[in-house]
């Protein structure tokens, strides 16, 4: 990675004990998601007025916390997801992490807690990331997932911002985020709760939006649906997300033009690195793209219309997902018969191609660990 020589230098502290190379395997073998975790972990600390300072590699374990620690109590919690990808000469690279390190930095400010300078940020992934390499696996769409997170540690019960933070960097090697597969997911369009509203935390990666959202994700369940869908919090109408993912939706015009609409950035959102990758290998495949608002009503009368011929969402870890199927309080209707649409394939293969080093990386995109 090209970054310049790093703020902190690492304490190396390694465990006496790794994981066998035998039983490394087996788990690597069938990972699932974010179930199983490398050997280590990163952590660095901050105090107000002496900067981050004990940075450190050390064995993956359990954190002992003074049980007034104020994320406990108010939420300062912000985190990332990213991840490496076994390249087809056995090394081994990170996609846009630059993105994830300014995207943290961004959450950190909603949050008001301390700035992460971002060759901290990357350079605890090289240091981890080396460390754990032989935890990274190789088989196809499989990877080690990257949580970098930070939460506020002062000892302290009283509402402000906190003086001290601990940041740390843990490692899951992952297979598929659905374990069905590419299998179009069904949706259910949450009139009863809102993700964000104007002026909230919407566009920060922070824990307290995912602990809002799974009371609805439960209601989407109960109508037989795979994940929520989320709309604007004022008229319940504007499509903003699904689940922890962002969405695209796929015209097709009588000519044969294809349009692919993403829900425009309006500051309820989370701006998806993945998304914003979409809006360049769109226009690399020759597709149009249009950044803009688009409503439940237009998603329904364009799919009885046939000019919206496929749905689908995208984020780091499920990375590309189909829609099949859409369910509200007022219906139902399937989108592209319920099957995984051409356009939403093609995106997914060439995405997925450039990040595993099966395609040429024409943008830069790439960092060689
Ligand atoms: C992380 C996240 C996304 C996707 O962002 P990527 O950078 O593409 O992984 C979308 N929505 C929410 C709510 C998220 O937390």
């Known amino acids: 990675m090209s970054t310049p020589p790093p703020s902190l230098t690492f304490d190396l502290r390694p465990t006496a004990a790794p994981v066998g190379a035998d039983e490394r395997a087996a788990l ?9 975790f490398t050997d280590h972990m990163v952590t660095v600390r901050y105090a107000e007025g002496k900067g981050w300072y004990d940075a450190r590699l050390e064995p993956y374990g359990p954190i002992s916390l003074d049980p007034a620690t104020s994320a406990l109590h108010y939420g300062q919690e912000i985190f990332e997801g990213l991840k490496v990808y076994r390249q087809p000469d056995g090394g081994l690279a990170l996609f846009r992490a630059e993105q994830n390190a300014k995207r943290f930095n961004r959450s950190a400010a909603r949050l008001a807690m301390a700035q992460l300078p971002e060759d901290l940020f990357l350079e605890s992934i090289r240091v981890l990331v080396t460390q754990d390499a032989g935890w990274v696996p190789s088989a196809p769409e499989t990877s080690l997932y990257l949580r970098p997170f930070m939460f506020a540690t002062d000892p302290f019960l009283g509402v402000r911002p906190a003086l001290e933070y601990l940041y740390v960097l843990i ?26 509203a104007p002026g909230g935390t919407g566009e920060a990666k922070c824990a307290g939006n995912y602990a809002a959202s799974l009371v609805a994700q439960a209601q989407a369940a109960d109508r037989g649906c795979d994940q929520v869908v989320w709309l604007d919090a004022v008229e319940h109408r504007w499509i903003e997300e699904m689940g922890g993912m962002n969405l695209y939706f796929v015209f097709t015009e009588a000519d044969g033009t294809t349009t692919l609409v993403t829900p425009e950035l309006t500051g ?79 995106l997914r293969e060439l995405m ?3 990040q595993h080093g099966h395609a040429e990386d024409t943008h830069g995109w790439m960092h060689r660990l």
């Open 28 to 36: 690597l073998d069938n990972p699932g998601f974010g179930r199983i």
């Open 171 to 196: 490692a899951s090697p992952v297979g598929a985020y659905f374990p069905q597969g590419v299998k179009p997911v069904s949706v259910w369009l949450s009139t009863d709760y809102t993700r964000a």
């Open 268 to 346: 309820t959102l989370l701006p998806g690195i993945t998304r914003d990758t979409l809006l360049t290998l769109a226009a690399d495949l020759g597709l149009r793209t249009e950044v803009r608002r688009i409503s439940t009503d237009e998603w329904r009368d364009a799919v009885a219309d046939g000019r919206m011929t496929e749905a689908f969402a995208c984020g780091t870890a499920a990375v590309i997902t189909p829609i099949g199927h859409v369910k509200s309080a007022d219906g139902e209707f399937a989108v592209a018969d319920g099957q995984s649409g051409e356009v939403t394939m093609r």
């Open 352 to 354: 997925l191609d450039i």
